[in-house]
């Protein structure tokens, strides 16, 4: 057995123990390489550095809950919590949008706008919706699910995997295979989606 191994258990049960210090330790003998993993992802020091302590933070938390199983897979199961905490900040930041004056409801010579949709606007919304929908239907049954759970109902992969009875990747292979499929059908009717 991995001499590193037996030394994280042992520093694990230290510390479920009562000795404090012993999560340090721990923290401390790994943050070097979750630091390098999470900067070579962000590209951004800062960023990173605020990452890797959301990563430990939501890691001790975890295991102060009682929800850490210890497979002696310590360092594989930190570098999991570094990699989703890199997924959240983009997404986060891909939903953070910078407000310019068009968005703000002004155009460019700075007169206000309508901010509520025209009909046209609302009934070119309504259509591409619809044809979405009706493209959704024509996916084989597990990719539908898929797609339904994420886009329609807001579950993140961890939980459709939970609620269709399959692994995350299993649950990420079928919404790749999904939107592959889906551009497909776009590009062989020639659709344009607003």
């Not at 230290?14 to 340090?24: F, T």
């Not at 009934?123 to 886009?151: C, F, N």
């Amino acid at each position: 057995m991995n001499v590193q191994v037996s030394s994280d258990q042992a520093l694990l049960k230290s510390y479920l123990a009562g000795n404090k210090s012993a999560i340090s330790q721990l923290i401390e003998r790994h943050s070097s390489r979750v630091r390098d993993y999470i900067r070579m992802m962000v590209k951004d020091r800062d960023v990173a550095d605020d990452i890797l302590q959301e990563t430990f933070i939501k890691a001790v938390r975890v295991i102060d809950a009682g929800k850490y199983a210890d497979k002696g897979r310590f360092l594989s199961w930190i570098m999991r919590i570094a990699h989703n905490q890199v997924i959240d900040h983009y997404r986060a930041g891909k939903n953070a949008r910078m407000i310019n004056e068009s968005d703000a409801g002004y155009d460019v010579l700075g007169t206000m706008r309508y901010s509520e949709r025209t009909v046209e606007e609302e009934m070119i919304a309504g259509q591409t919706d619809a044809l979405v929908r009706e493209l959704i239907e024509r996916l084989s049954p597990e990719q539908r699910e898929v797609v339904k759970l994420r886009y329609y109902e807001g579950l993140d992969f961890k939980e459709i995997a939970a609620q269709t009875n399959v692994g995350i990747n299993t649950a990420l292979g079928r919404m790749r295979y999904a939107l592959i499929h889906l551009r497909k059908m776009i590009e062989e009717n020639n659709l344009v989606l607003n």
